[in-house]
């Protein structure tokens, strides 16, 4: 089945830095890898995603590029904020055939620091 | 994006009693997911529920441990039942909503003492 490394485990810029967050999937099928945000007592927020069929895609501060070829999907967030601190978790999912919905497998989180 | 309701936010619970958590979306879903998420780690699948049917479970979660029940396409319930301080964990509700992301409840921190 679907793995998803997800690295680091804890980062730590100062504020107006660009901090960036490296996913690695082992499916090759895996066709699409949301990431999402969470704050701490609160759900995770889809933040940004990318299609098998993209190779970039950005909003504002963010953006996140994908690699099929090596099998690796990145978070970039520039000019960070202290607001920009929180556990960021990516996942890689693919359709599934019965039920045509996506099943996600998630990476194991980064907490991200952002030094004032 | 759907808005989700999850109840209850927190609760403390005695090993060996069963805790029962609700989620309420705002619009009508077809699909409705629960998670658990240990403490400082990531988001593992529990199990689909399925409107009118027994919920799909995941490798390693077994319906008497976590029951589900979904009447309708706005509902659901988890039930942690006989529980241990191994169980102690944030269990978040999930739904894939019209825009065919997924949205998540705020989550039920629960700790078993």
Known sequence: GENVEQHPSTL????????????????????????????????????????????????????????????????????????????????????????GTYKYIFGTGTRLKVLA | SAVISQKPSRDICQRGTSLTIQCQVDSQVTMMFWYRQQPGQSLTLIATANQGSEATYESGFVIDKFPISRPNLTFSTLTVSNMSPEDSSIYLCSVLDRTGGYTFGSGTRLTVV
Request: glycine share 4%; charged share 25%; proline share 3%.
């Open chain 1, 12 to 99: 730590s810029v100062q504020e107006g830095d660009s901090a960036v967050i490296k996913c690695t999937y082992s499916d090759s099928a895996s066709n699409y890898f949301p990431w999402y945000k969470q704050e701490l007592g609160k759900g995770p927020q889809l933040i940004i995603d990318i299609r098998s069929n993209v190779g970039e895609k950005k909003d504002q501060r963010i953006a996140v590029t994908l690699n099929k070829t090596a099998k690796h999907f990145s978070l970039h967030i520039t000019e960070t904020q202290p607001e920009d601190s929180a556990v960021y978790f990516c996942a890689a999912s693919k359709a599934e055939r019965a039920s």
